[in-house]
């Protein structure tokens, strides 16, 4: 596996987003499964595991946990904090929190559950407008040097929150939605990195399935799949969205890849700090996700991808408005 820099940690150029197998897009999958998922993922290279104490709440970070113990020196972990939920019990409560005392009472639960002594990158998951980004850096900050934590990150912030929080401590990477249908940190956040030195994590870089060509207008999302209320899966919005995959079809057939490889290879090629975390839950997926490093993009391929994205409207709000308030602040 190839590899990359965010800011000055090195990793592997594709990470593993490991929600899926607890939270978000359906039934969880067997923990059994899930673990042998990620160590999967481990033997072939990847080191960069992406968790979040929101993500069931808690029990993506215990899977994440239970399956990296025994090659917990050779991976690192990235995990996040923000959302209002109780550090002991779990139990979701409306908002965002990102007091500094519920910073340090969620580390100390990241810990456990991730069966570790420090958490390589630790990420706001939202910015908290009722808590100075200076407070949350400076948080961070003595969590690393309590060797708690290593790295400090940030998920959907803004240009200037970023600018204000690297002065207080180092960023190291920033995670926000980002893909071929998705381009919204291209305008401010993207220049931002390029300037200060900081990676870029592109959370969905496979637009939420839709990339890899297997989702149509037909598809049905179970009820607990949080698919079925976003406004860019509704029928309607699908349909006239299909015009994307159909071109990521075309440039796939032509470089004898697959359209979610295509997708990610379209992110590789962007910046060298840019590392994407797709998820999956199935193994022969991983692999073809992984074989995305391999596909070599061509200076046609990137423009005719820029002429359609330049003529076309992507249908519908990338996140319900109740999720899509808390970011790019």
Not at 122 to 129: A, E, G, M, S
Not at 167 to 180: D, G, R
Not at 224 to 236: G, I, K, N, V, Y
Request: proline share 6%; net charge negative.
């Amino acid at each position: 596996m190839q590899k990359r820099k965010l800011g000055s940690l090195e990793v592997s150029a594709l990470g593993y987003g490991c929600m899926g197998l607890s939270y978000g897009y359906g039934p969880a999958t067997d923990r059994r499964e899930g673990i042998n998922l990620i160590r999967a993922a481990a033997e072939r290279g990847v080191t960069l595991f992406d968790t979040a104490e929101t993500y069931g709440p808690f029990t993506n970070e215990e899977l994440v946990g239970e399956a990296l113990a025994p090659i917990r020196h050779e991976i690192l972990v990235a995990t996040k904090f923000g959302w209002n939920i109780d550090p002991q019990t779990g139990e979701r409560r409306p908002g965002l929190n990102s007091r500094p005392e519920h910073i340090r009472f969620a580390a100390e639960g990241m810990l456990k559950r991730l069966r570790t002594d420090h958490i390589d990158l630790l990420y706001q998951h939202r910015v908290d407008p009722e808590v100075p980004i200076e407070d949350v850096a400076g948080v961070l900050k003595e969590l690393i040097s309590e060797g708690k934590v290593n790295h400090y990150g940030l998920s959907e912030a803004g240009s200037q929150t970023i600018r204000r929080a690297h002065a207080i401590h180092p960023v190291t990477a920033i995670q926000s939605e980002y893909s071929i249908w998705t381009r919204d940190p291209e305008a401010e956040v993207l220049p931002t990195c390029e300037e200060l030195g900081i990676g870029f994590v592109p959370w969905s870089p496979l637009g939420q399935g839709f990339l890899t060509g297997k989702i149509d207008s037909r598809t049905n999302f179970d009820s607990s799949d949080f698919r079925a209320s976003f406004p860019r899966f509704t029928q309607e919005a699908r349909e006239a969205n299909l015009a994307i995959v159909e071109l990521l079809k075309q440039i796939a057939e032509r470089r004898s890849a697959t359209p979610a490889q295509v997708a990610l290879a379209w992110l590789l090629v962007r910046k060298p700090w840019i590392v994407p975390i797709p998820g999956t839950t199935k193994l022969h997926r991983l692999e073809e996700n992984l074989g995305a490093v391999k596909v070599e993009l061509t200076a046609e391929d990137l423009s005719e991808i820029e002429t359609l994205f330049a003529k076309t409207s992507v249908h519908g709000a990338r996140l319900p408005e109740q999720i899509l308030q808390y970011s790019n602040r």
